[in-house]
């Protein structure tokens, strides 16, 4: 073969620098649709938080780059008209979860799809879907926590045509805008989604136009067929045979009384297929924590946890989704029977990904990673002010990030590496409010050689009376260590008011009314520690207790390291100290749960908490 010749990938008919200058051309094509929607939406929980997911799909409905499952075919398996029907230039919408199997999972997040024609033929789809600030319902932010249906959780619009042969239909969307608080970031925000996927339209338009159709169709399916080889030697290489794996772990409760919940995880391979059963979780509850977990998209989570930890450089996609199979019992929290309420799903979900990657540190030997903060808490905070006009802020928060191998969790941090925080001053700016406090939570993230990330507190002064209605969770549960690595912190959530008393609040609250002058202090859970905390780096300790991150008394007791009143390790005191707990302590555990009490005595912890709470609000 002549040294000319282009070395072309597998069985298809494209050469690999061809495939790489596509590939990475879709991957900056996904970054360009999110800076497309930041840049175009109005709210702050897209604008400055980044809460959308971008897709590219290919002709078949296929994900070749994206980070949520697909579920393209479900989508238009529920709408009115066939795919046949489509046309250059449509653009459907939808945000009802059960009309596409869970790839949004509550009301608010819209999904906008846009079938992508090249020449008269389907080449592909891009989709974009984004967290609306509201969309109707019985609380501001339409996550209500006391909602058994999601009738009560807002406006459901089913898989429909937004643009018709490009063509706007104006009277659905201020239709759907009419059934809001906010109608005007509602059409803004729509409007900017649609814009994000018609950038990834233009993006395959110009590989088309540069390389031709035939030759960017079989791109997509060579990068999805790279991406299935690339799984398949991680799969031999990391997952054993012959084994069964499982894993239980908790989400609290679901705001009206009812828990713990349990999710159990089972793992085992055959040959290339690694069989993932849910079978064991708790059944479907009352309140609104159910998670309609879509099957390609846990799929897409189990690729993505060991490509991030084994092959970063692999594309995450649905080439490899034949690879897994997974068992979804309908009617349990992670498969809920409609028309369950779904708004709060988010504990769920973050906790899944605990339990994942927990049952994989059973079955991968050397890689273990801790358990975290355990949701991604929002906070909604609504009413009237003082000249007449309504105001309504929606801000999601973060807690500690777990420790993996070879590193501490991070600190105040979301699940999803893109969130950002919503800067105080925009807060400040537009919201009668003001932020007194937003720092790292001292001594929350689980001890070990690794640490866990610490949680955080923000404390907020109301200038306005209204009202506020969040979720959070690990405050009964802890987020477990492992390896040796002790368990993180729980969360917690006081008021403050204006006389000086102070209420504590369960993690999960609607609609409290709140005074000009009340003060909110929202503090969330760290992450677990892994490996032996006397194995830690004595100089790290040292500088993370300088820094406000681990106290004296933290690094004494848990780390066993000693600091003198300059702020610098006791060396002979330390090594002293370390012998002293090693000589004493218990054998470590695989994995340490905190001091949790039985079941049944946290559930009635939990039921007599809401209670509790109810009667005093009452």
């Avoid at 529920?78 to 869970?102: H, K, Q, W």
């Avoid at 058994?148 to 706007?168: C, D, H, M, N, Q």
């Avoid at 299935?228 to 991680?234: A, E, S, T, V």
């Avoid at 064991?280 to 946890?305: C, H, I, R, S």
Wanted: glycine letters at 10%; a negative charge.
């Amino acid at each position: 073969m002549s040294s000319d010749t282009p070395a072309f990938v597998g069985d298809h008919d494209i050469d690999k620098t061809t495939l790489d200058i596509i590939e990475s051309t879709l991957a900056n094509t996904r970054e360009e649709m999110d800076r497309v929607v930041e840049t175009t939406a109005i709210s702050p929980v897209i604008r400055e938080q980044s809460d959308q997911f971008p897709l590219v799909a290919d002709a078949q409905g296929r994900m070749v780059m994206g980070q949520f499952g697909s579920a393209i075919d479900t989508i238009l398996d529920n709408s009115p008209f066939d795919r046949d029907d489509l046309e250059d230039g449509d653009v459907i919408a939808t945000n009802d979860p059960y009309m596409c199997a869970g790839a949004v999972s509550h009301t608010p997040d819209m999904l906008l799809l846009r079938p992508i024609f090249y020449d008269d033929e389907l080449v592909g789809f891009s989709s974009q879907w984004g967290n609306l600030m509201d969309v109707g319902g019985k609380t501001p932010g339409s996550m209500p926590v006391q909602a058994s249906t999601i009738f009560e959780e807002g406006v459901r619009l089913p898989p429909v045509k937004l643009y018709k042969a490009g063509e706007f239909d104006d009277e659905l969307l201020e239709t759907f805008a009419h059934n809001t608080r906010l109608p005007e970031h509602a059409e803004a925000d729509i409007k900017a989604l649609a814009a994000g996927t018609k950038a990834a339209e233009d993006r395959v338009h110009e590989l088309c136009d540069r390389f031709g159709k035939e030759t960017y169709l079989e791109a997509c399916d060579a990068i999805l067929d790279r991406t299935r080889d690339g799984m398949i030697d991680l799969i031999d290489e990391f997952v054993p045979e012959g084994e069964r794996f499982t894993f239980e772990d908790y989400v609290d409760d679901d705001g009206m009384g009812n828990g713990p919940i349990k999710l159990h995880l089972e793992i085992y391979r055959e040959g290339d297929t690694v069989y993932l059963d849910w079978t064991g979780t708790d059944a479907q509850v009352p309140g609104t924590v159910n998670f309609l977990l879509n099957e390609k998209m846990f799929k897409m989570f189990t690729g993505v946890f060991l490509i991030m930890a084994f092959d970063p450089l692999l594309t995450f996609n649905d080439g490899y989704y034949d690879l897994f199979e997974v068992t979804l019992p309908e009617g349990t929290v992670v498969q809920p029977e409609f028309p369950a309420a779904l708004g709060n799903r988010l504990p769920l979900m973050a906790r899944q990904f605990d339990v994942l990657q927990a049952t994989f540190s059973k079955l991968i030997d050397g890689f273990s990673v801790a358990g975290s903060y355990g949701t991604s808490p929002n906070l909604v905070y609504a009413g009237t002010d003082s000249e007449g006009n309504d105001f309504q802020m929606l801000e999601i928060l973060y807690g500690g990030i777990p420790a993996r191998p070879g590193g501490d969790g991070l600190d105040g941090h979301s699940w999803w590496p893109l969130f950002r925080t919503v800067p105080a001053e925009y807060q400040e700016a537009y919201y009668p409010l003001s932020i007194d406090e937003y720092s790292t939570r001292e001594d929350t993230g689980g001890p070990g050689r690794f640490r866990g990330g610490h949680g955080i507190t923000k404390v907020y002064t109301f200038e306005e009376d209204g009202a506020i209605t969040f979720q959070d969770d690990r405050a009964h549960t802890y987020p477990w260590g492992v390896d040796g690595g002790t368990h993180g912190e729980t969360s917690e959530k006081k008021l403050v008011r204006t006389d000086g008393s102070v209420e504590e609040l369960p993690s999960k609250v609607e609609n409290v009314p709140v005074a000009a002058g009340d003060k909110l202090v929202f503090r969330t859970a760290g992450g677990g520690g892994l490996g032996d905390p006397l194995e830690r780096d004595v100089d790290l300790v040292a500088r993370e207790v300088r820094r406000g991150l681990i106290s004296a008394d933290a690094a004494r007791g848990e780390y066993g390291v000693v600091i003198d009143d300059e702020g610098a390790v006791d060396a002979a005191a330390t090594e002293a100290r370390r012998e002293e707990i090693r000589e004493t302590r218990d054998d470590l555990g695989d994995f340490d749960y905190g001091p949790l009490p039985p079941e049944e005595e946290l559930a009635e912890q939990i039921a007599t908490e809401r209670r509790e709470f109810e009667q005093r609000e009452d």
